[in-house]
């Protein structure tokens, strides 16, 4: 599965974005998938993640009312709405595929597919 996502920008505190992340090469609807993010100087992190078919979603603690994941099978694309943006969600965002959900809540390096990042930039 190649993974692209985008949707990345500068946006002031308090404000939204929704992130993208387009998928080709294998049956989407096969994968759960998951954001995960990466600020300078920091290690990856979870962010959230949707079984393939979108019945179960799961958010890390600080982002859980504030992001909402969903996906579109038919578009072979996953999404992240981001409201009330904060300067500390500031980061590379990246987008990730796995047979497994609880692979992708897991989080760890094995997961099957990663996408290239997009920036997010909240300035205060």
């Known amino acids: 599965v190649q993974l692209q996502a985008f949707g990345g920008g500068l946006v002031q505190a308090g404000g939204s974005l929704r992130l993208s992340c387009a998928a080709s090469g294998r049956t989407f609807s096969n994968y759960a998938m998951g954001w995960f993010r990466q600020a300078p100087g920091k290690e990856r992190e979870f962010v959230a993640a949707?079984?393939?078919?979108?019945?179960?979603?799961y958010y890390s603690d600080s982002v859980k009312g504030r992001f909402t994941i969903s996906r579109d099978n038919a578009k072979n694309t996953v999404y992240l709405q981001m409201n009330s943006l904060k300067p500390e969600d500031t980061a590379s965002y990246y987008c990730?595929?796995?047979?497994?959900?609880?692979?992708?809540?897991?989080?760890?390096?094995?997961?099957?597919?990663w996408g290239k990042g997009t920036q997010v930039t909240v300035s205060s």
């Open positions: 990730a595929a796995d047979s497994y959900f609880r692979a992708v809540v897991a989080g760890g390096m094995d997961i099957d597919y």
């Open positions: 949707i079984s393939w078919n979108g019945d179960n979603t």
